[in-house]
């Protein structure tokens, strides 16, 4: 096998808040990501397809290609966007790295057509990053927020 990588990035806001919790819970649990009126993270994506070089090409998936597509189903989507606002496949969704990863895998992987889609990777800043291998866990939705941040 071989892994072949995509990396993107793109720029976002976000509130941690789960509206079960009280405020001072949601306070000491999110800390800095719970701020009301949301805050900011330069993210990067990597995206890793896995695979037997083509005969023909050489290539596991056309990088061109896997390039488009992490922009088309990702990027295009949340890029200068508030992830808890403005995008409708997080509505409800703690927007972690976490539930990113497990959002965006569910967007590409349907339109692998080269290779199997092996990994998602999603750097919130320079040292935190998480990976996630595509195991089946559910993504929890919790309430939604107004355009003021607060739980409706
Ligand atoms: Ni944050």
Known sequence: MVYVTRRAHFSASHRLYNPNFSDEQNEAIFDKCNNPNGHGHNYVVEVTVKGIP???TGY???LKELARLL???VIDKVDHKHLNLDVDFLQG???TAENLAIAFWGLLQPHISSGELHSIKVYESENNFVEYLGEPVSLIRHGLLN???VAV
Request: charged share 45%; net charge negative.
């Open 147 to 149: 355009n003021k941040g």
């Open 60 to 62: 596991v998936i056309d």
């Open 93 to 95: 969704i703690i927007p």
């Open 71 to 73: 922009d088309r189903e």
């Open 54 to 56: 083509d005969r023909q």
